[in-house]
């Protein structure tokens, strides 16, 4: 016993924790697929049980086949490059207009005087109701749809931005002006990396905002796409397509939120959240 404790005090605490974290999120991998699978065997069972029709529910070993079906034929990698597409590009645009307009609206009180009722007036709108402008404005296609998704997603991102720009400590500030550092550096150095926790937040919370958006928009608009997919198979009663589109969604926005997550543990390896236990 006292060689094992021995043995265990010469690893270096920097390992033992990211040894324990490794378990922990093992662990959580788990539960998390048991609970997934557990909720699809009921799905199944509950298809199969005759107290819904098939129209109304199918059952989850049909769904998969007609994805299976959508991808052989082509049709699932198209329509979902389309989707994607537009997601990544409304959500790009809004990432960078966000992220300089809040930063813009944090340090300039004349930005701040112009933005800052835009803002509060436009966050709590519902801004699918401004997709009929859009529609009339940029058309039927592309233009329309990106230009919703940017609309939709840029807002988390500025109030993320301000509050974070704004929240930075006044003393680190006044300590690096008063070491002579310029406006640009005291920006770069010491506010950005401040607020990038919470500017990340921002990104988490518009990443499905803007896949929302893209379904919708579609879903509304039609042509190709998931969302023009589902409501086309919506049309010809095709109970399966629509829900294929669904767990397609659902696994493409499982894998981008993901992604961004671990994207963050990354960006702020140096900051005191990656030592705390991931709950992605």
Not at 139 to 158: C, H, Q, R, W
Not at 201 to 213: C, N, R, W
Request: hydrophobic content about 55%; overall charge neutral.
């Amino acid at each position: 016993m006292t060689e094992a404790v021995d043995r265990t005090a010469l690893v270096p605490p920097a390992e033992r924790n990211a040894a324990l974290e490794a378990a922990r999120g093992l662990g959580r991998g788990i539960k998390g697929g048991l609970t997934l699978i557990l909720l699809l065997v009921a799905w199944e069972g509950f298809a199969r049980s005759g107290a819904v029709s098939a129209f109304l529910l199918p059952p989850f070993s049909v769904v998969m086949e007609r994805v299976w079906d959508d991808t052989i034929s082509g049709d699932l990698p198209i329509n979902l490059w389309q989707t994607l597409y537009r997601m990544a590009v409304g959500f790009g645009i809004a990432a960078a207009l966000g992220i300089v307009l809040g930063i813009l609206i944090a340090r300039s009180r004349a930005a701040r005087w112009f933005f800052d009722p835009i803002v509060s007036v436009a966050f709590p709108m519902p801004k699918i109701a401004f997709l009929p402008v859009f529609m009339l404005w940029f058309g039927l296609y592309d233009a329309s749809k990106i230009t919703m998704i940017v609309f939709s997603a840029v807002f988390p991102v500025v109030t993320a931005t301000v509050t974070s720009t704004t929240g930075v400590e006044k003393e680190m500030l006044w300590s690096a002006r008063s070491l002579g550092a310029s406006e640009r550096r005291l920006l770069w150095e010491i506010v950005l990396p401040a607020a990038l926790p919470q500017i990340l937040t921002g990104l988490q919370v518009a990443l499905p905002v803007s896949m929302i958006v893209a379904v919708v928009t579609e879903i509304l608009m039609g042509g190709a796409g998931i969302g023009g997919a589902m409501i086309q198979a919506s049309r010809f009663a095709d109970s399966p397509g629509v829900f294929a589109g669904i767990v397609e969604i659902a696994v493409a926005g499982y894998c981008f939120v993901r992604g961004i997550a671990l994207l963050r543990r990354h960006l702020l390896a140096w900051h005191q959240e990656s030592s705390e236990p991931s709950t992605v």
